[in-house]
């Protein structure tokens, strides 16, 4: 399993304007005024125009030795989330999303103009991201399902107990920069709007209900969290 995807930017019209105001700091979405909500849709119209996005991800077998999750390739992880999240599964799929580079030269254009702009296409581009991993998740569950696999949710480097310097070894693994995605010294991505993933899938494992496990997260206050209540659609069945 190894393949390039593109991806819809339209499904950044669904991100719900209520979280969108959370992340400008209105604990009462509706106390935005009209000023506000028109900023929004335009800078959210602005976000989808500029987004290419798009996947690389590849499938593969592995083996676990104490808390080291090791591919055949000869990559190595050793983050304990990942290690916990598929030490029942029978494969995994490791993936990166990006929105492309046009949107980090949109969020540039509109910071050199306005700083609060800048921010809010930032927070939008941010949550579109995001919506597109879910996206690309949904449509391993629906190509797992009918090889007869479960998901789980993703885990990725950066997260608790998943050291970001496990980049490394899925840009590896992966070569993303043929999808136009580089790693820099520090273990950032250009473009910025980048996700890496990993999600194991197997035949006798507990199917994910969402993309992302927001029980192993301790955000309390997490944007994404909205997102999940709004777009999931269930892997349960």
């Not at 050199?112 to 579109?128: E, K, N, R, T």
């Amino acid at each position: 399993m190894e393949n390039i995807l593109s991806l819809d930017a339209q499904i950044g019209h669904r991100i719900p304007r209520e979280i969108i105001m959370r992340a400008l700091g209105y604990k009462d979405p509706n106390s935005a005024g009209d000023a506000i909500r028109g900023l929004v849709d335009e800078h959210l119209n602005a976000v989808v125009a500029a987004a290419e996005p798009q996947v690389i991800y590849c499938g593969t077998a592995f083996n676990i030795t104490g808390n080291r999750v090791e591919l055949p390739s000869g990559h190595v992880f050793t983050g304990k989330t990942l290690h916990q999240a598929v030490g029942k599964c029978d494969g995994l799929v490791v993936g990166l999303v990006t929105l492309g580079r046009k949107v980090d030269k949109a969020i540039a254009e509109a910071s050199s103009q306005d700083a609060f702009c800048g921010y809010l296409m930032d927070v939008i581009s941010g949550l579109l991201v995001e919506m597109a991993a879910h996206q690309f998740w949904q449509h391993l569950v629906g190509e797992l399902s009918r090889e007869g696999y479960k998901a789980t949710s993703f885990v990725s480097p950066g997260a608790a107990g998943f050291p970001l310097v496990e980049q490394r070894q899925v840009f590896s693994f992966l070569k993303p920069e043929r999808i136009g995605v580089s790693l820099t010294d520090s273990c950032l991505m250009e473009p910025t709007k980048s996700l890496t993933l990993i999600m194991g899938y197997g035949k006798d494992i507990v199917p994910a209900k969402h993309s992302h496990d927001c029980s192993t997260c301790d955000m309390e206050d997490c944007l994404i969290r909205g997102i999940h209540i709004d777009l999931t659609e269930s892997n349960a069945g």
